[in-house]
């Protein structure tokens, strides 16, 4: 008899496969193969096929999610992300993961994810989770190991370690390559710049606090 954590993953692939298989947003494969060529300079919706002569295990595997990653910016979260530009042979099958490490007290900014729907299943810790609907209405809650969560397509989302030592997530999405958009990122480190006054307008400060914000979230220089 499989102990009960594999039985919860199961259960997880099991609910993840059935809701990918009927709301699968990326179009439908029309063969058995087309593994991305990202060397192609072809541009299309999605990748070129790589020649099938050409396929091996190798595009279909990715051992990146099996370790935690190292935590070590001030969100306090990292993501490691298996999507297609991970894994080519994704290309076309409409799914992807990730995983979600989050130091204690660490937070997964409020973003998006424009081309999916995400699913999270908890693999150690407790964490805060929730997103906001376009009628301004917060839905949240704790969840805690084995547990798991759905953010709609497109709507503003987040996830914070409630704890005082690490969690990790393990997150489904409905999209070779889902897009994520941070919503402070957007707005305050976009090239070229989102106009000041367009920012002070909207949160109703001043310019410093604008300048002091873009200061903040800044990519530190190597």
Do not use: W
Request: glycine share 8%; charged share 20%.
């Amino acid at each position: 008899m499989a102990p009960p954590a594999s039985i919860s993953i199961l259960t997880f692939l099991a609910i993840f496969s059935s809701i990918t298989s009927t709301l699968a947003y990326d179009p439908d494969t029309l063969q058995d193969l087309c593994v991305a060529d990202k060397s192609s300079e072809i541009k299309l919706n999605g990748f070129p096929c790589k020649n099938e002569a050409n396929v091996t295990e190798a595009d279909f595997f990715f051992a990146g999610l099996a370790k935690p990653g190292v935590v070590n910016n001030s969100a306090g979260s990292l993501v490691t992300g298996a999507n297609v530009e991970k894994i080519p042979g994704l290309n076309t099958l409409g799914v992807s993961l990730s995983r979600i490490d989050y130091a204690p007290g660490g937070l997964n900014p409020p973003h998006t994810h424009p081309r999916a729907t995400e699913m999270i299943f908890v693999l150690e810790g407790e964490l805060d989770v929730g997103f906001i609907t376009t009628a301004n209405k917060l839905i949240s809650k704790t969840v805690k190991v084995g547990e798991i969560f759905v953010f709609p397509k497109g709507l503003v989302h987040f996830q914070k370690n409630n704890g005082d030592k690490s969690a990790s997530v393990i997150s489904a999405f409905n999209s070779q390559l889902p897009g994520t958009q941070s919503i402070a990122l957007t707005l305050f480190t976009s090239n070229p710049p989102v106009p000041d006054n367009v920012l002070t307008k909207a949160f109703q400060v001043g310019t410093k606090e604008i300048e002091k914000m873009k200061t903040k979230l800044a990519p530190k220089k190597s």
